[in-house]
């Protein structure tokens, strides 16, 4: 996936497979924890096009909140800014702001989004954001990209005592494409790279938390000043119901395809001609319906003591 719109266009699409994923027995757990914070103050780490908020307000669970978003790329906040304000609207909240800050309205109940362009492992930002007072932090998709016991460790001490953390879609290792393919050794070897790819992913001189981050994440607030309070599956799955996908679906197994074929490039083990063929005939599995994906994840609440 190149260049930002590619990676907009990516995010978005998998918005309802994400929100069809995610653990519900714990997002309940989550709403009814907040609900009893008057006005909660929320910190989105990794917002990218403020999914995780969305989510949140649309559950109308809580009554005044603010949200700090926070995202390395700009280009992704200015979709978030777009899509909240939407959903907003769409609630019958009256919206204003600028390009970085939502206020939205309705009745008694309102809505304040910050949103922030930049890296959570700047000193200077941490301590911009250790200012602040966080009822909680909430990361989507996001763990696998950094590292998992530092950024723990951010969270444990930006949160509040009693403040929650609640991390969604953390990867735990298993990608299946069905049925099997032809080749299926081929295929699982594919598949393999792909998952150590993301094993061998370095911020600097430290690895990102990789294809097992689901497990790892867990052993890592556990080790902190935290209670978990929910753990669970929030698997992907996609299967071409009636012979069709929605056009989120069908982009969203384009893309992922598209990563995992670029990714077999990188890797000299990966025979190019196996490569080319395995990725056209997936291509057109998608193009005749009937490929189905699903993959594991993990997701987790947790309580600073």
Do not use: C
């Amino acid at each position: 996936m190149k260049g930002d719109s590619s990676i907009r266009d990516y995010l978005e699409a998998r918005v309802s497979t994400d929100s069809e994923g995610i653990n519900h027995r714990i997002f309940a757990q989550l709403s009814s924890y907040v609900r009893k914070i008057e006005r909660p103050v929320i910190l989105d780490l990794g917002a990218g096009t403020g999914a995780m908020i969305r989510r949140i307000v649309s559950s109308a669970a809580l009554a005044n909140p603010v949200f700090y978003g926070l995202d390395a790329n700009r280009d992704l906040l200015e979709e978030a800014r777009r899509q909240i304000a939407l959903l907003l609207e769409e609630m019958g909240f009256s919206v204003k702001g600028g390009d970085q800050l939502i206020l939205a309205a309705k009745d008694k109940r309102s809505v304040e989004v910050h949103l922030m362009a930049g890296d959570l492992l700047d000193e200077k930002l941490q301590a911009s954001l250790e200012k602040l007072s966080f009822a909680g932090v909430t990361t989507h998709a996001f763990m696998d990209l950094v590292p998992i016991d530092s950024t723990v460790a951010i969270v444990a001490r930006l949160l509040e005592k009693g403040g929650f953390f609640y991390s969604t879609i953390n990867y735990h290792g298993t990608t299946e494409l069905l049925p099997l393919f032809e080749d299926r050794s081929f295929e699982e070897g594919l598949l393999s790279t792909y998952n150590r790819s993301m094993d061998e992913r370095r911020l600097g001189s430290r690895p990102e938390g990789g294809s097992r981050t689901g497990a790892l994440l867990y052993g890592a607030v556990a080790g902190h000043d935290f209670k978990i309070t929910g753990f669970g599956s929030s698997d992907w799955s996609i299967f071409p119901w009636n012979e069709s996908y929605t056009p989120a679906e069908e982009t969203f197994l384009n893309s992922l395809l598209l990563t995992i074929y670029e990714e077999g490039l990188r890797h000299p083990n990966i025979d190019s001609y196996a490569l080319a063929a395995w990725y056209a005939a997936r291509s057109d599995s998608v193009e005749r319906k009937g490929l189905s994906l699903l993959t594991h994840h993990t997701d987790l609440l947790a309580v600073k003591r």
